[in-house]
């Protein structure tokens, strides 16, 4: 170890000794959380069995040096208890401490371990439910004699009082679990002056809970996540660090590990700073991050200091392990309309609208190519605007420019990962832009690598100007730094129908001012594809 790491290190250790468990404060201008990537046991098991073993594992990663300087700890989707286990959860309004000390309950024992750790956990886990515990608004029928099970995220204090329990929303492929009557809009405050929004999964695609948070002024959202990645839009940390840039919120992603169904995907994304810490791999891995999170700013103003490094927690972007072994879904790019970019094409510069109907997006592209490296692959400008569907489960209208990856000619061939790249062409400028609709649209940059993450941010401009009579945003995107291991380089936008939702940062104006640009960050001023039930795990 470094000496200078060392005092620090020494230094943490008083500071630890001063304060027992909490190591931020209200005042400071981080915490630090820990992110779980999680393979869990496989179900060739007694389910009894099972969900014990997930609970020592998870007691193990409380207990580790890694999760010594965190605050708050966030444990993936469907790690720990299933369908066939579900557990009673108390409503949080009666700030139960379930702890009960050696009793074999789930949930005492969750709670005495936040209370062995003095730290905030958050769990998802499977939860019974009986008829008369319903609101009364709900009219839908309900079978006494069934067993009702929710989709449910709890949160422990400190303290091991059951603070918070959110149902999901929306739930993909989960049949035998219910959905509440109405999205229920959760958060929970906690003792380092931060305001949680809990969402999951999939929810992650739609307006409600997740952007009503948004509104709400909601900046730091915990997101326990089972994320089937699809290239070259949806795949795990670049929709998650997509989504926190957009709405520029902190994203704390865990994420459940397994390969066999293309889950794997953690970090920490920072609003228009990009992740501070991203993780995927096809590795088998069951593993805590420590990872120091800058607060962000409630209000418009942009972030001007890039977050502090210390030597216990982790930042950057890693895993990038048996890549080939995560098994990924698939976009439809049939749908899109393109046209391909010739690696021999005379002009190394050139301007292309590519149009899908009257939706049109406009490309600006300086590249060069090493002429003795072989062509491993192929890029295309892509236009799509229209309604996709996440296997029949759900819809949703985006709207696409960018440039993205083929395998070769053939259109069926874009958006498969490419995991062998000769790096033989490489971008010196990109600019794209398009007119999308500002009422109800979430619009994103999205980029991918080779590793499957993101690019950095610092290596992009995103604005839009906004036309508010006409319900129009110009979005622009800028590549400004030299990049040769690009998978996909675009903007992506979610329009959610019956939604007053504009730009998180630029409010609808008043009567008499029309525009506004939004500039977007990263430091130069200054998180079918889906979320998979339990029926589909193995
Ligand atoms: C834990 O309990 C103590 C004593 O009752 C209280 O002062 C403190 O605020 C509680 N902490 C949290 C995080 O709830
Ligand atoms: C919680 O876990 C369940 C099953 O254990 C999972 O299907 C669901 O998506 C999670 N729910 C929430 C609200 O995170
Ligand atoms: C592309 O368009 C930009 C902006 O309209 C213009 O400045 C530039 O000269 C054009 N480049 C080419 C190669 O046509
Ligand atoms: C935006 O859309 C919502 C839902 O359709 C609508 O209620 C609202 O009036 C719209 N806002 C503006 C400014 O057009």
């Not at 409380?62 to 790690?79: G, H, N, Q, W, Y």
């Not at 994304?269 to 891995?285: D, H, I, L, Y």
């Not at 690019?455 to 992009?460: I, R, S």
Request: glycine share 6%; charged share 20%; net charge negative.
């Amino acid at each position: 170890m470094a000496p200078k790491c060392l005092g620090i290190a020494l230094l943490l250790v008083q500071i630890f000794i001063r304060s027992s468990f909490q190591q931020s404060s209200a005042t400071d201008d981080s915490y630090v959380v820990g992110v779980v990537e999680f393979r869990m046991e496989l179900l060739n098991m007694p389910i009894d069995t099972r969900t014990a073993m997930n609970l020592e594992a998870y007691k193990e990663l409380m207990r580790s040096d890694e999760a010594k300087l965190t605050d708050i700890v966030v444990f993936p989707e469907l790690t720990l208890n299933t369908l066939m286990d579900p557990v009673p959860v108390p409503n949080p309004e009666g700030n139960t401490i379930p702890c009960i000390p050696d009793s074999p309950e789930l949930l005492s024992q969750l709670s005495c371990l936040a209370i062995e750790t003095g730290k905030y956990i958050v769990i998802n886990l499977s939860e019974s439910f009986e008829c008369d515990s319903l609101p009364d608004n709900d009219p839908r029928p309900c079978d006494p004699t069934a067993v009702h099970r929710y989709n449910t995220n709890v949160v422990f204090d400190r303290n091991g009082t059951l603070i918070t329990r959110y149902r999901k929303t929306h739930l993909f492929r989960e049949p035998g679990t219910s959905v509440t009557y109405e999205p229920e809009i959760v958060t929970f405050d906690t003792d380092f002056g931060v305001r949680f929004g809990v969402v999951t999964c999939f929810d992650l695609l739609f307006a409600e809970p997740t952007l009503e948070l948004v509104k709400l002024g909601v900046k730091d959202f915990v997101f326990p996540a089972y994320w089937v990645s699809e290239p070259p839009f949806l795949t795990s940390v670049q929709i998650f660090e997509s989504w926190a840039y957009g709405n520029d919120v902190n994203l704390i992603a865990s994420g459940t590990n397994y390969a066999p169904a293309g889950s794997t995907g953690t970090g920490v994304f920072n609003g228009r700073n990009g992740a501070v810490f991203s993780f995927f791999t096809g590795k088998e891995t069951r593993k805590i991050f420590p990872v120091r999170v800058p607060k962000l700013p409630r209000s418009n103003s942009p972030t001007t200091t890039p977050p502090k490094k210390d030597c216990k927690t982790v930042s950057g972007r890693s895993g990038g392990k048996l890549l080939d072994e995560v098994n990924m879904g698939t976009d439809i790019p049939e749908r899109f309309t393109t046209a391909l970019i010739k690696p021999d094409q005379v002009s190394k510069v050139f301007n292309r609208t590519v149009c899908d109907g009257d939706f049109c997006c406009d490309f600006h592209i300086d590249f060069e190519t090493r002429g003795e490296r072989p062509v491993s692959h192929l890029y295309r400008l892509t236009a799509f605007d229209g309604v996709r569907t996440f296997k029949g489960y759900a819809e949703a209208h985006v709207s696409i420019c960018a440039i993205i990856t083929c395998l070769n000619e053939n259109l069926a061939s874009c958006g498969l990962p490419n995991y062998e790249s000769t790096k033989y062409l490489k971008f010196n400028e990109i600019s794209i832009s398009g007119d999308f609709i500002a009422n109800g649209t979430l619009v994103m940059p999205s980029s991918l690598d080779n590793k499957f993450h993101s690019l950095d941010a610092k290596y992009y401009q995103f604005y839009s100007t906004v036309d508010y009579p006409n319900d129009r945003q110009h979005v622009q995107l800028t590549l400004s730094s030299s990049v040769s291991n690009l998978q996909t380089f675009g903007i992506y936008a979610f329009n959610h129908k019956d939604f007053d939702y504009f730009i998180p940062d630029a409010p609808p104006p008043q009567e008499d001012s029309t525009t506004t640009i939004r500039p977007a960050s990263g430091w130069l001023l200054s998180l079918g594809l889906l979320c998979i039930g339990k029926s589909m795990i193995f």
